[in-house]
């Protein structure tokens, strides 16, 4: 009994000991230390310029596709079965080269028999105009022969039956003139009808080949030997790349500022070419209200098909105020600029006109001398202290 006494002291004297020793422990957490100070922070350093008036020569790069100067789809003009394909793709021609060619056995019946007739109307043409000088002549004689019968009828030398005989002989003769007169004169337009026709099938007989219309190479040929094709039906295409043409579409704006046979510089890929303005639409399209252009360059270093961009020249900007892109800040749609006078910032709501390259145009809100922060603008605030880096 005397130990379990003892044992049940000396536990609850190690109880209290700890639980003083955690008191004394959170005591010592929970002081309070000494309070922070609070220091000022020095004044930012900002990087300064001061607006100035310059002129501007600025530009507008505009981006498309170089294509041949000339692209001509060829169909035939007369319908027929193929009969030759004398190039393929990729072959240069010169102009009138034949590219492919139709059966023409039809074509050439036509033909023959068109200026058989037009020869038989020549002939024909030529022996009434001699029939003509022949029956003028019999109608004179003719006519004499009456005269002299009405002097033996009023002698009673003849009767009147030869008289009257004489008489419808010479009728008979003068209508023969008359006909032969008409076929004369229409002879002209009989020649003219049929010599059409002469030359129309001769030219349906020409039309059997299909010959290039100007020089430059093979793109397409879209027919086999042996294909039946219309008049309706693309069959070969020819292009010309001795220059190329960069097709853009450019705001009313740029287009007041250009010029036909202007100078232009464009860029493919790390290569800049000299272009020269061959074509502008002075009436913009309907629908995108824009205005088509055509810049020409050379071939020689350049394929169709290439991207290429132009620096079409705007017009020039003569004194006009000017800040950095990086001056400006942006908030709300307002644009402002950071003044700096006697060491501290002066917020300023500026109106930008337009950008050139890496500047503003400032229509209103800042003066020519005065200075403002070039860069880092974003943080900045109205009244806020600062200095100037060296």
Known sequence: MGNSSGSKQLAGSLIAILTAGLLVGA?????????????????????????????LKPTESLTGRLQPVKTAQLKFEVQGRVKKRSVEPGVYVEQGDELLKLDAQDLQDQFTQSKSQYD??????????????????????????????????????????????????????DSQVSDL???????????????????????????ATLAAPFSGYVN?????????????????????????????????????????????DVMIGSNTMPGELIALQPDPNITTNTHAIRIRLAGDQ??????????????????????????????????????????VLIKLPVVAS?????????ASGVKAGEKIVARDVAGLKNGQRVIVAP
């Open 302 to 343: 350049v394929q169709s098909g290439m991207l290429a961009t132009a620096d079409v020249p705007l017009g020039q900007q003569i004194g006009v105020l000017t800040v950095p892109v990086s001056a400006v800040s942006t908030n709300a749609g307002e644009s402002f600029v950071y003044s700096y006078q006697d060491g």
């Open 354 to 362: 337009n950008r050139v390259g890496s500047n503003y145009v400032i």
């Open 120 to 173: 038989i109307e020549q002939a024909g043409i030529r022996r009434d105009q001699r029939m003509l000088k022949l029956a003028k002549q019999n109608l004179e004689l003719q006519k004499a022969e009456v005269q002299r019968y009405e002097q033996l009828n009023s002698d009673s030398l003849i009767s009147a039956s030869q008289l009257d005989a004489a008489r419808q002989q010479m009728l008979t003769l």
């Open 181 to 207: 007169q008409y076929k004369v004169t229409t002879s002209k337009a009989r020649v003219a009808l049929k010599e059409s026709e002469r030359d129309l099938t001769q030219r349906n007989l020409q039309r």
């Open 27 to 55: 005591l010592f957490w929970t002081k309070k230390g000494p309070e922070a100070k609070l220091e000022e922070l020095p004044p930012l350093k900002v990087v300064l310029l001061e607006v100035q008036r310059q002129d």
């Open 220 to 264: 397409e040929i879209n027919v086999e030997v042996g294909d039946y094709v219309t008049a309706t039906q693309v069959v070969a295409t020819v292009v010309d790349t001795n220059s190329l043409d960069l097709h853009l579409d450019v705001r009313g704006e740029v287009v007041a500022a250009l010029k036909l046979n202007q100078k232009i």
